[in-house]
């Protein structure tokens, strides 16, 4: 009677479940009072290339060799494709146990119920840089750990370049003399420069503000570059790229994670690595992008254990260090990293930039729902066109800020 009473409540929570948002019975994983052991297979997704690549399959090479009974794969899978492919699989129940994706997804995965959240007493995240935490949490909760950070710099031919500019001004002065200046120019990639005219995105306690004066600053001065003959403004990153790499252009505003395969492409020694200019004593500020890693839903318990355990690894100081020195694109996340400075000059730029970078809360990139962006780009390509001034393209950006944070108050 017993057994048959048992079976019956099952079966009633199953039919519960099926009735119900799946969610609304899902749990988030205990991880603390369980131990994975070291036996499983584990499939990764990453988007490394080149030297990156190299450098991440050396470090699942040391877990390997800690844990031979444990199959690791590891597959490259393109950034553009990442995010929909592990939904599309995940939701068939397959798909990596561990993806390493942009931050910005984590939304659009959890809403999708295929990343699990993660329990704060199984993570140590006091161990990672603060710009980072606001990456990995959504409503308060924990989806990701954060893995490596990418941040806008200045790439420059040091062959052309003895003295590389700390100035948009100086910037100016060197082309004047022939000096070629290859800008990523939208939205996003050019918001850097509203750093160096004073503007802040985000207010003292982590608000959304918009920058209007310092942006309709630095438009103006955008606007008069993009008709220089030696300035050029452009959203395609690769044509700017490729045209660095043969020496087309003599500065380019490059990001942390092209650094690899700039320095395997140009010839030896030629890449020059500096912060972005500034301008009037402010410091660019560029916007931070966070690599995580995620954990798959459709995954076993003991999966996500292990994938978990892997996670914690991949972000350990010893495996951080190696990663940011070996490849010398990547910032390590987690505080307790450390890097000789005077054996890797590279890593000294991008560690410097990236403690003057912007990092946009996820729960803002969540309630926003590409909106700004999507203005910002339209406006930002009209100003230059010439269709409109650049104070009235700052008013208007101005108004959709006010009117998004208007609704988010209204809807807590």
């Not at 800690?66 to 397959?94: C, D, T, W």
């Not at 120019?185 to 959304?208: E, H, P, T």
């Not at 004593?281 to 995620?294: F, G, M, R, Y």
Request: glycine share 4%; hydrophobic share 35%.
């Amino acid at each position: 009677m017993l057994k048959m009473h048992g079976c019956k409540i099952i079966q009633i929570f199953f039919i519960i479940c099926l009735t119900l948002d799946l969610n609304s019975c899902y749990q988030k994983p205990d991880f603390t009072n369980q131990q994975a052991g070291n036996k499983g297979n584990i499939l990764i997704w990453h988007s490394f290339t080149n030297n990156d690549a190299q450098v991440f399959e050396s470090i699942l090479n040391e877990y390997r060799t800690i844990h031979p009974n444990l199959r690791l794969v590891s597959e490259y899978v393109s950034e553009k494709n990442m995010s929909s492919q592990f939904a599309e699989q995940s939701q068939s129940g397959f798909g990596p146990d561990l993806a390493i994706i942009w931050y910005s997804h984590i939304y659009e995965l959890s809403q999708k119920s295929i990343i699990i959240e993660l329990d704060s007493k199984s993570i140590n995240l006091s161990q990672y840089l603060p710009v980072t935490l606001n990456h990995i949490k959504l409503n308060n909760k924990i989806y990701a750990l954060p893995f490596s950070i990418d941040v806008q710099v200045l790439c420059y031919d040091k062959n052309k370049i003895k003295n590389p500019a700390k100035t948009w001004s100086e910037i100016v002065q060197q082309t004047k003399t022939g000096i070629k200046v290859g800008i990523t120019s939208d939205f996003i990639s050019s918001f850097w420069g509203v750093g160096s005219m004073g503007g802040k995105l985000l207010d003292k306690q982590g608000n959304l503000e918009f920058p209007k004066l310092a942006w309709s600053q630095w438009l103006g001065i955008l606007q008069k570059a993009n008709i220089e003959p030696h300035t050029i403004l452009s959203e395609e990153k690769e044509l700017l790229r490729n045209a660095f790499i043969k020496g087309e252009l003599d500065y380019y505003t490059c990001e942390s994670i092209e650094i690899s395969e700039l320095k395997n492409k140009l010839p030896k020694n030629n890449l020059g690595v500096t912060v972005l200019p500034g301008e009037n004593s402010q410091t660019a500020k560029p916007l931070i992008d966070t690599e995580v890693i995620v954990l798959n839903k459709a995954s076993s318990l003991k999966q996500q254990q292990l994938a978990l355990q892997i996670a914690n690894f991949l972000t350990n100081h010893e495996q951080q260090e190696k990663f940011a020195v070996q490849a010398e694109s990547q910032i390590p996340t987690n505080i307790e990293s450390q890097v000789d400075y005077r054996l890797s000059p590279i890593q000294a730029i991008l560690l410097k930039q990236a403690q003057e970078g912007v990092s946009i809360p996820l729960d803002i990139i969540s309630k926003t729902k590409g909106r700004i962006t999507k203005r910002g780009n339209e406006l930002y390509h009209q100003v230059l066109a010439g269709e409109i001034t650049a104070d009235e393209a700052a008013d208007e950006m101005n108004k959709l800020v006010n009117l998004i944070n208007q609704e988010n108050r209204a809807n807590k």
